[in-house]
């Protein structure tokens, strides 16, 4: 082979002998790096090199070594250099294209003079090991694939025939202008963007360089495939709400192929625009919410729970005869709700083509008003942010000024996510409320505020379709929506924040009760703590207003909390640096909390309990599971006959923002006999 490669001016230099790998001879620092970047099992946050070591079953010395190579602190994420030759920075890279066959490939980088897209929700390390997984795996089906042919082609020439020869010989002919044309292709399309190539094997002999600034070669001890996951975790890291779509697209192209291999594998990054005008060239506009049936709601939400179904797996889910799905399917595509995959082989008969729903099908605005803060997403079919931005309250405004910064940042927020099919706004307040009239009552914190229009005031402003839910609902609903066939049956959702609440879904729906109130948690708490007011009513508990009761407790216990906005993390940040004080702050909290959820547990008679909110932050996350699973494990009447599994939200501090933009995709698609939707109509001219 040629050691020989382009440089950055279309010359070429002699490539040094690659560096002898790591020990073990099979170490692929690619696949480490991939690792480290996907982060390790909850509760840790990231890897230390012996527990990463002990994962791979490599030595812990080895994994060190990877992360001064590749210029990794300690696991704690990041990518700032490929040390491939010459080292490649990477701190800005973004995956554009990948082609292999055999031991041939090219990963090609680009660099933007700016970042396209808002950084969206940050993933979580479930979210990531769950991305790596899928992503690699489908990746190693390519990677054996390839083996498999290579080794065919080999023996095919051994065996000396002709006409297999001949084949050989034409699909290497085609195959030689496979990285040219695909390192010309990402040019094309990515023109604002210097293009960056690492090379394995023969890939390093693409002519003259072509379109792309450098040329890098890989060294033996690092993969392809691990680089390749190793450069979208990274990416993924700093733009999540960009990458997520992209993630889908390379996992699934790497399955197709994977299934039905044929010649060189080649893949390119193609901007949401790009797909959707080669994949949906007819209108995108229709009417979401008047679906017109049952039916038709039953198949998206089975589509929904299970992520992809074939039309002969909804007909088993929802009873449906094979001729209602496929009638329903068909409408479902044409009006560009849903997507069709590549076909799957499913043993004898005709092969199966997955269904899924089209995340840029429709969006919704989530809108949180909190005592300290209001937060606006705009959220794709899927659950992926496409735009957040909050603003601090300070001094707790008018009402009038308040529905003003949320309509403005609203609508910011939805040009910014630049979606031609919003479906509408929902907002997410604290109680009490009354659903029915849109009214903001008189909340707690909230001076001046009362029996504030705001459904009405919002509407007029945006000219969209307007939901309103209490905090805890809207988190309760957002937990459903995204989390899929594990959040499928009735649970409770724990709500802490500046103060507690529940949302509860019992028999397949939400529960709001007669006016939007139901979940007040406080009076449970107070009950089985035994805390009651003179006239024999429960007392009002201040550990029902966790955030601030956290605070007041570490300074009476002589921890130095910083006065003003900031305390709550600071003491946060002390528990999770072990300070016994601290952690004992929060045990207290929480055991007085768990009072209260072991109260919903016994009155509701459900398995699943899913704590979060703005309190439950990352570092103490685990204090307040701990806690709260000790107590409706073991209180409740009904503890022998049922285990109440207590979960952490999969949305975090942005459960109400993010479940108030559900609450509009949940009205607009969930199947409820009897139910008439609360939002009439869309807004075509909101965007």
């Not at 994420?77 to 920075?89: E, K, N, Q, R, W």
Request: with cysteine.
């Amino acid at each position: 082979m040629d050691d020989r490669m382009p440089d950055v001016d279309g010359g070429s230099r002699q490539v040094p002998t690659d560096p002898a790998p790591l020990d073990p001879a099979q170490l692929d620092e690619a696949g480490v790096v991939a690792a480290t970047l996907a982060g390790p099992p909850a509760p840790a946050r990231t890897w230390s090199a012996r527990d990463l070591a002990d994962q791979l079953g490599v030595s812990a010395k080895a994994v060190a070594g990877v992360w001064r190579r590749w210029e990794i602190g300690h696991g704690d994420g990041g990518l700032t250099m490929v040390p491939a030759d010459p080292p490649y920075p990477s701190s800005r890279g973004e995956l554009l294209g990948v082609w292999a066959d055999g031991d041939t490939a090219l990963v090609v980088l680009g660099e933007s003079a700016r970042p396209r897209g808002q950084r969206g929700r940050a993933a979580d390390n479930e979210e990531r090991r769950s991305i790596h997984t899928a992503l690699a795996a489908q990746l190693g089906r390519v990677r054996d694939a390839l083996a498999a042919g290579t080794a065919e082609a080999t023996r095919g020439a051994t065996r000396g025939a002709t006409r297999g020869a001949t084949r050989g010989a034409a699909r290497k002919a085609a195959d030689q202008d496979g990285p040219a044309a695909l390192v010309a292709s990402v040019a094309e399309h990515h023109p604002d963007s210097d293009l960056h190539v690492i090379a394995w094997g023969g890939g390093s002999g693409t002519p003259g360089g072509g379109p792309a600034r450098s040329w890098h070669r890989a060294g033996r001890s690092m993969s392809w495939t691990g680089t390749a996951c190793a450069i979208v975790l990274a990416e993924l890291d700093q733009f999540p709400g960009r990458v997520r779509p992209v993630l889908r697209a390379f996992t699934e192209a790497a399955r197709v192929y994977a299934d039905a291999p044929r010649g060189a594998f080649a893949w390119r990054r193609r901007e949401p625009a790009e797909q959707q005008a080669q994949a949906h060239p007819s209108p995108r506009a229709f009417n979401q919410l008047a679906l017109g049936s049952y039916n038709e709601k039953l198949v998206i939400e089975s589509i929904r729970q299970a992520v992809t179904l074939s039309r002969v797996e909804i007909a088993e889910q929802t009873g449906l005869t094979p001729q209602a799905v496929s009638r329903i399917t068909r409408n479902l595509l044409t009006s560009g709700l849903l997507a069709e995959d590549a076909r799957q082989p499913a043993g004898a008969g005709k092969p199966r083509a997955p269904l899924r729903l089209r995340p840029d099908a429709a969006s919704a605005i989530g809108i949180h008003l909190d005592p300290e803060m209001i937060t606006v997403v705009a959220v794709d079919l899927c659950g992926d942010l496409l735009d957040q931005r909050q603003l601090p309250l300070g001094e707790r405004p008018d009402p009038r000024w308040c529905v003003e910064q949320m309509a403005r940042l609203a609508l910011e927020s939805a040009r910014a996510a630049d979606s031609e099919a919003l479906l509408g706004v929902g907002v997410a307040v604290p109680g009490p409320l009354d659903t029915r009239a849109g009214l903001l009552l008189d909340p707690p914190l909230f001076r001046s505020w009362k029996h504030v229009a705001l459904k009405a005031e919002l509407a007029e402003r945006l000219d969209t379709p307007v939901i309103v839910e209490k905090d805890s609902t809207a988190a309760a609903i957002g937990e459903r929506w995204l989390g899929a066939a594990d959040r499928a049956g009735d649970f409770v959702y724990l709500y802490l924040g500046a103060g507690a609440g529940s949302g509860a879904f019992l028999n397949g729906d939400v529960y709001r009760g007669t006016t939007g109130n139901a979940g007040e948690v406080g009076k449970l708490c107070a009950i089985e703590a035994g805390r009651f007011t003179e006239e024999g009513g429960p007392a009002r508990v201040p550990e029902c207003a966790p955030m601030s009761a956290v605070v007041d407790r570490a300074r009476a216990a002589g921890m130095m909390v910083p006065q003003g906005d900031g305390g709550y993390e600071w003491v946060c940040a002390a528990a999770a640096r072990g300070d016994r004080r601290a952690i004992g702050v929060f045990e207290e909290v929480a055991r007085v909390l768990a009072l209260g959820a072991v109260g919903l547990v016994d009155l509701l008679d459900v398995e699943l309990l899913i704590i979060g909110g703005p309190a439950v932050l990352p570092s103490v996350a685990g204090i307040y599971r701990r806690e709260i699973a000790a107590a409706v494990n073991r209180f409740p009447l009904a503890r022998h006959v049922r285990e109440v599994h207590v979960a952490q939200s999969r949305l975090n501090q942005a459960a109400a923002a993010v479940g108030a933009a559900s609450s509009v995709f949940h009205e607009a698609f969930t199947p409820s006999l009897g139910a008439r939707t609360r939002m009439a109509r869309r807004a075509p001219g909101y965007v």
